[in-house]
């Protein structure tokens, strides 16, 4: 392969990611806007600007959307714990900071993430991706204890939070956030 051969299949390729992102980001507004039951191909074409064919084109299935959305935000979840973990900071501050802004800016991914999750239930090839958030704070629990009970009281308090949070619609305090889940794993401080 020629220099321009190579150069015009990267081209092509970067355009084919930069237009995935843009159908995936157009799906999690739909989610956002109208809940998992307003994701259609129409819906997200119209939402992302193409038509509906294009949309088709690059996620033959509206499972295959729905899970490339999903994972879009259990991706980032998943870096921000992973980055909660490895840093020199209290584990747990850093989850509750983490919850917390599911009630402020990060409102929009988290509430996509838990319409994306719930329709887990019932399509279940949403499932495996479903599962990363409570697998990520499992992980981060299991820095703080060894104790099985206590990893999955964190695990349910954390998701039990964000749902609260998002359904109360008003701010919530990093604080008192902390001192559910340190009550949930049983400490009074994290690492």
């Known amino acids: 392969m020629s220099d321009s051969e190579e150069h015009t299949t990267d081209g092509r390729q970067a355009r084919g990611n930069k237009r995935r992102a ?5 799906t999690l507004a739909v ?4 809940g998992a039951a307003g994701v259609t191909h129409r819906t997200v074409a119209k939402q992302a600007g193409i038509t509906a064919s294009l949309s ?6 509206l499972d295959a959307l729905l899970v490339a959305a999903l994972s879009s935000v259990a991706d980032t979840y998943t870096k921000r714990i992973r980055a909660i973990i490895d840093g020199p900071d209290d584990n747990l501050r ?3 900071e983490l919850i917390v802004e599911s009630g402020g800016p990060g409102r929009d991914r988290a509430l ?19 599962r990363h958030w409570r697998e990520n704070v499992a992980e981060l629990a299991a820095t703080l204890t060894d104790n099985p009970q206590a990893i ?3 695990v349910a308090a954390s998701d039990g939070l964000c749902t ?10 990093t ?17």
């Open 152 to 154: 999955d009281a964190l």
């Open 164 to 173: 609260a949070i998002l359904i109360d619609n008003i701010p919530a305090d």
């Open 31 to 34: 989610v956002t806007r109208d």
């Open 112 to 130: 996509a993430e838990r319409e994306l999750s719930t329709l887990a239930a019932r399509r279940p090839a949403l499932a495996p991706v479903a």
């Open 22 to 26: 843009e159908i995936i980001d157009a």
């Open 94 to 96: 850093g989850l509750a």
């Open 56 to 61: 088709t084109y690059y996620f033959a299935t």
């Open 175 to 191: 604080d008192y956030v902390h001192r559910v889940l340190s009550q949930a794993i049983g400490t009074r401080r994290g690492h």
